[in-house]
Structure formats: structure tokens, C-alpha cells
Nanobody, 115 residues
Framework: QVQLVESGGGLVQPGGSLRLSCAASGRIFTDYAMKWYRQAPGKQRELVAAITSGGSTNYADSVKGRFTISRDNAANTVYLQMNSLKPEDTAVYYC?????????WGQGTQVTVSS
């Protein structure tokens, strides 16, 4: 079992920045690939960014160049730095830990981009 707790969401104006954090506990953090997903009202959950246990990253096209995923294995934490935020980034953001066939999810944190 892995427990995940997200933090850092909130209300920000367009063009602003937020940093989301996801603290993990329960198993060996470095064994897991970590991913951030988001779900906007009325839309399907989509993958935003992922980072492997070795530190390789990939991003959705919609966030490339604006978002950065990183992990601090000593702190058992994964981050999502979000810059140049747009109203269409508004969603609940979820952290997840993956070691196939298993995945674990946090409770989500709301990000609202609005003036």
C-alpha cells in the first residue's frame, strides 16, 4: 500500500504559477513511477505529467514548456511546478503511484485559474 497526500492547489490568476506537492508513505518510494493527472468538470481524467523511478519525464502536449514534474526521493515527495497557467488548466489534480499491476491515488487538489 502507498498513501498519497496532495497539497498546493488554490485559486490563481491567468499567467500565474502554483506548485503542487504529493507526499508518499507506506512503501519504497523509489520503486514507483509517479504521475499527475487532472480532471475538469464534465471531462475525462487525463495524464498531465509522469516521472519514472530513474527520473525520466514526459508531459501532455497541452502543458509542455509550462509544467515541470520532479521528485525528491529523500523526502518521498513528487512535485508539479505549473507556470503560465491558463483557465483551461482548471481541474482537480491527482497524484498517483504506479508499479504495475498496481496503482495508488491521492484524494486530489483543486486548481482554479481565473481572474
Amino acid at each position: 500500500q502507498v498513501q498519497l497526500v496532495e497539497s498546493g492547489g488554490g485559486l490563481v490568476q491567468p499567467g500565474g504559477s502554483l506548485r503542487l506537492s504529493c507526499a508518499a508513505s507506506g512503501r519504497i518510494f523509489t520503486d514507483y513511477a509517479m504521475k499527475w493527472y487532472r480532471q475538469a468538470p464534465g471531462k475525462q481524467r487525463e495524464l498531465v505529467a509522469a516521472i519514472t523511478s530513474g527520473g525520466s519525464t514526459n508531459y501532455a502536449d497541452s502543458v509542455k514548456g509550462r509544467f515541470t514534474i520532479s521528485r525528491d526521493n529523500a523526502a518521498n515527495t513528487v512535485y508539479l511546478q505549473m507556470n503560465s497557467l491558463k483557465p483551461e488548466d482548471t481541474a482537480v489534480y491527482y497524484c498517483s503511484a504506479w508499479q504495475l499491476p498496481y496503482s495508488y491515488w491521492g484524494q486530489g487538489t483543486q486548481v482554479t485559474v481565473s481572474s
